[in-house]
């Protein structure tokens, strides 16, 4: 056997003993081709990473908040405060907040530990304790009495965008995204759903029974374009929210707000695009066609 032989068949030997994972490059049969080493970079552009709302520590808790029972048209917009109270931080809500959702009458404060946000009576006992949704868009929890409450970020601190990302340039023309207003907004799942999408326009939105009780327009301009909402608007949550643009992508109307939260939506037919994940009162977009000439 030649020496090069030798050679060859060691080093099949070698890959053998190391669980057969590996081929020797020369133990190749005579006259084959290399299989090439490097792989040509993948063209596909990878989707933009999700970027959380929710607070992961107690400072980006205080805000707006918009909290509901599980199905029904109860509701109610609050604010956390960063300010100490008799029980925890203190939190406050309109007067007719108690009588849509009588769990508030026994609520003094908020505490946020262990990564949780919990509603506490005036002895610091925990009257709705919440826990992350898996969608890591809202808030979920369950009383004793078996009753379900979502709530859901408006306006709170850990949406702020950091200080390095707001612009210090002039505010662009109305074509162009507003300060404060984000790139490209994060999507509520992978999943490209297609479709076509939404036409500019007039829109209302729809509260489960509640109908018409916002109007907004949806302007023709390059994405993200910017959103007008009209005067009259009854709908707290839609108002607090504050939507400035929107845009289509991956299936999804976004409709994106001043200070960087975002509402996914998808198509249901008829012109209506609902919420993404549907949590909490329900929150459905209705076009309202143009009237005929």
């Excluded at 994060?186 to 007039?202: H, Q, S």
Aim: hydrophobic share 40%; proline share 12%; aromatic share 6%.
């Amino acid at each position: 056997m030649s020496a090069a032989a030798s050679a060859r068949a060691l080093a099949v030997c070698a890959a053998l003993a190391v669980g057969g994972l590996a081929v020797a490059q020369d133990a190749q049969p005579p006259g084959a081709v290399p299989a090439p080493t490097d792989a040509p970079a993948s063209e596909t552009v990878p989707p933009a990473p999700f970027v959380e709302s929710l607070p992961k520590d107690i400072a980006g808790v205080p805000g707006t908040w918009d909290l509901s029972r599980d199905g029904s048209t109860r509701r109610c917009v609050m604010t956390l405060s960063s300010e100490s109270g008799e029980a925890g931080r203190r939190l406050s809500f309109p007067a007719g907040c108690r009588r849509a959702l009588p769990v508030l009458n026994g609520v003094a404060g908020w505490l946020f530990t262990d990564g949780t946000l919990r509603f506490v009576d005036k002895n610091v006992r925990p009257v709705l304790p919440f826990t992350r949704r898996p969608d890591a868009r809202s808030l979920a929890a369950q009383t004793e009495s078996g009753e379900h409450y979502s709530l859901v970020p408006l306006q709170i601190v850990a949406m702020v965008p950091p200080t390095a990302a707001v612009p210090s340039a002039p505010v662009p023309p109305p074509a162009t995204p507003q300060a404060g207003t984000p790139a490209s907004a994060p999507l509520a799942a992978e999943t490209d759903l297609g479709g076509e999408a939404p036409p500019a326009g007039l829109y209302t939105l729809d509260r489960y029974r509640d109908q018409d009780v916002c109007r907004l327009e949806l302007t023709q301009a390059p994405a993200p374009a910017p959103v007008r909402l009209l005067d009259g608007c009854r709908d707290s949550g839609l108002s607090v929210f504050d939507p400035v643009s929107w845009q289509f992508a991956r299936g999804r109307l976004v409709l994106n707000a001043r200070r960087g939260h975002t509402v996914n939506l998808i198509p249901t037919g008829d012109g209506r695009w609902r919420r993404d994940p549907e949590v909490g009162v329900t929150f459905v977009l209705r076009r309202i066609p143009a009237p005929s000439r």
